[in-house]
Protein backbone atom coordinates (compact mmCIF):
# COMPACT_ATOMS: atom_id res chain seq x y z
CA UNK A 1 0.00 0.00 0.00
CA UNK A 2 1.08 3.61 -1.05
CA UNK A 3 0.67 6.78 0.40
CA UNK A 4 1.70 10.15 -0.50
CA UNK A 5 2.89 12.82 1.80
CA UNK A 6 4.08 16.60 0.89
CA UNK A 7 6.94 17.85 2.57
CA UNK A 8 5.93 20.94 5.32
CA UNK A 9 8.64 23.24 5.86
CA UNK A 10 7.33 24.57 9.20
CA UNK A 11 6.80 21.17 10.79
CA UNK A 12 10.43 20.48 9.72
CA UNK A 13 11.53 22.98 12.21
CA UNK A 14 9.52 21.86 14.86
CA UNK A 15 10.69 18.35 14.31
CA UNK A 16 14.47 20.08 14.78
CA UNK A 17 13.20 21.71 17.43
CA UNK A 18 11.85 18.34 19.08
CA UNK A 19 15.20 16.75 18.47
CA UNK A 20 17.20 19.18 20.03
CA UNK A 21 14.75 19.39 23.10
CA UNK A 22 14.64 15.60 23.46
CA UNK A 23 18.98 15.05 22.66
CA UNK A 24 18.50 13.04 19.76
CA UNK A 25 15.59 10.67 21.56
CA UNK A 26 13.09 12.22 18.81
CA UNK A 27 15.00 11.40 15.66
CA UNK A 28 15.48 7.80 17.27
CA UNK A 29 12.10 7.06 17.49
CA UNK A 30 11.46 8.12 13.88
CA UNK A 31 14.25 6.26 12.47
CA UNK A 32 12.44 3.16 14.27
CA UNK A 33 9.09 4.06 13.04
CA UNK A 34 9.17 5.76 9.35
CA UNK A 35 4.96 6.17 9.87
CA UNK A 36 5.98 9.00 12.85
CA UNK A 37 8.36 10.64 10.41
CA UNK A 38 6.27 11.01 7.54
CA UNK A 39 3.12 11.71 10.12
CA UNK A 40 4.70 14.46 11.74
CA UNK A 41 7.31 16.22 8.88
CA UNK A 42 4.86 15.77 5.75
CA UNK A 43 0.48 16.46 4.98
CA UNK A 44 -1.36 13.77 3.28
CA UNK A 45 -1.58 14.67 -0.52
CA UNK A 46 -1.89 12.74 -3.63
CA UNK A 47 0.72 10.41 -4.65
CA UNK A 48 1.23 12.14 -8.02
CA UNK A 49 2.07 15.42 -5.35
CA UNK A 50 4.14 13.63 -2.75
CA UNK A 51 7.49 14.35 -2.07
CA UNK A 52 7.58 11.29 0.13
CA UNK A 53 5.97 7.82 -0.58
CA UNK A 54 4.91 5.82 2.97
CA UNK A 55 4.84 2.00 1.90
CA UNK A 56 2.86 -0.29 3.98
CA UNK A 57 3.13 -4.07 3.55
CA UNK A 58 -0.13 -6.37 3.23
CA UNK A 59 0.97 -8.90 5.82
CA UNK A 60 0.52 -9.02 9.33
CA UNK A 61 3.13 -7.24 10.47
CA UNK A 62 1.96 -3.92 8.30
CA UNK A 63 5.53 -2.81 8.39
CA UNK A 64 5.81 0.99 7.37
CA UNK A 65 8.88 2.02 5.04
CA UNK A 66 9.38 5.70 3.97
CA UNK A 67 11.23 6.65 0.42
CA UNK A 68 11.93 9.80 -1.35
CA UNK A 69 10.43 10.52 -4.54
CA UNK A 70 13.46 11.33 -6.83
CA UNK A 71 13.80 12.74 -10.27
CA UNK A 72 15.44 11.33 -13.57
CA UNK A 73 16.23 14.78 -15.49
CA UNK A 74 17.22 14.52 -19.13
CA UNK A 75 20.03 16.43 -20.74
CA UNK A 76 18.78 18.49 -23.53
CA UNK A 77 21.92 19.55 -24.60
CA UNK A 78 22.58 15.84 -25.20
CA UNK A 79 20.66 14.94 -28.45
CA UNK A 80 21.28 11.06 -28.65
CA UNK A 81 19.19 10.07 -26.44
CA UNK A 82 16.32 11.51 -27.96
CA UNK A 83 16.81 9.84 -31.20
CA UNK A 84 16.91 6.66 -29.64
CA UNK A 85 13.68 7.67 -27.92
CA UNK A 86 12.41 9.08 -31.30
CA UNK A 87 12.72 5.17 -32.50
CA UNK A 88 10.50 3.84 -29.83
CA UNK A 89 7.04 5.24 -30.74
CA UNK A 90 4.85 1.95 -29.06
CA UNK A 91 7.03 1.86 -25.84
CA UNK A 92 6.16 3.21 -22.69
CA UNK A 93 8.95 3.95 -21.58
CA UNK A 94 8.88 6.58 -24.32
CA UNK A 95 5.59 7.76 -23.19
CA UNK A 96 6.83 8.68 -19.92
CA UNK A 97 10.18 10.39 -21.01
CA UNK A 98 8.82 12.38 -23.53
CA UNK A 99 6.89 15.14 -22.06
CA UNK A 100 6.73 18.82 -21.46
CA UNK A 101 9.28 18.78 -18.93
CA UNK A 102 11.61 16.10 -19.82
CA UNK A 103 12.06 14.78 -16.83
CA UNK A 104 10.50 11.38 -14.54
CA UNK A 105 9.79 10.74 -11.08
CA UNK A 106 10.80 7.53 -9.28
CA UNK A 107 11.26 5.98 -6.20
CA UNK A 108 13.40 2.62 -5.37
CA UNK A 109 11.97 0.25 -3.33
CA UNK A 110 14.58 -3.00 -2.48
CA UNK A 111 17.01 -1.77 -5.54
CA UNK A 112 14.19 -1.78 -7.92
CA UNK A 113 13.30 1.40 -9.50
CA UNK A 114 9.47 2.22 -9.99
CA UNK A 115 8.63 5.08 -12.38
CA UNK A 116 5.47 7.42 -12.18
CA UNK A 117 3.16 6.74 -15.37
CA UNK A 118 1.21 9.88 -15.18
CA UNK A 119 -1.28 8.19 -17.57
CA UNK A 120 -2.62 5.25 -15.37
CA UNK A 121 -1.73 7.68 -11.92
CA UNK A 122 0.41 4.53 -10.37
CA UNK A 123 4.46 3.74 -10.11
CA UNK A 124 5.66 1.05 -12.49
CA UNK A 125 8.12 -1.06 -12.37
CA UNK A 126 10.72 -0.22 -14.80
CA UNK A 127 11.37 -3.81 -16.28
CA UNK A 128 7.62 -3.84 -17.16
CA UNK A 129 7.13 -0.67 -19.06
CA UNK A 130 7.94 -2.34 -22.21
CA UNK A 131 5.71 -5.28 -21.17
CA UNK A 132 3.76 -4.95 -24.65
CA UNK A 133 6.56 -7.16 -26.55
CA UNK A 134 6.45 -11.12 -27.42
CA UNK A 135 9.61 -13.01 -26.28
CA UNK A 136 10.87 -12.95 -29.72
CA UNK A 137 10.06 -9.62 -30.41
CA UNK A 138 12.47 -8.78 -27.49
CA UNK A 139 14.90 -10.91 -29.02
CA UNK A 140 15.18 -10.18 -32.40
CA UNK A 141 15.45 -6.24 -31.14
CA UNK A 142 17.60 -6.89 -27.96
CA UNK A 143 19.42 -10.15 -28.81
CA UNK A 144 22.49 -8.75 -29.18
CA UNK A 145 22.60 -6.41 -26.68
CA UNK A 146 21.38 -2.42 -25.89
CA UNK A 147 22.76 0.10 -28.64
CA UNK A 148 25.22 3.05 -26.73
CA UNK A 149 22.39 5.16 -27.28
CA UNK A 150 20.04 3.18 -25.75
CA UNK A 151 22.20 2.49 -22.78
CA UNK A 152 22.25 5.72 -22.01
CA UNK A 153 18.18 6.32 -22.32
CA UNK A 154 17.95 3.08 -19.74
Excluded at 13 to 26: E, M, P, Q, R, V
Amino acid sequence: ELFGYKKEPLRKILCIFGYILSLGILKMIFYWKPELDAWCHCVPCSLEAADVILLRTTDEFKKYTMKKVKWIQLDPSDDSPNVEISTMKNADLHKLLIGPEDRVRYIEVQKTRYVWDPSEGFFKKIGVLEGNHSCSDIYTKYGLGLSKEEQKVR
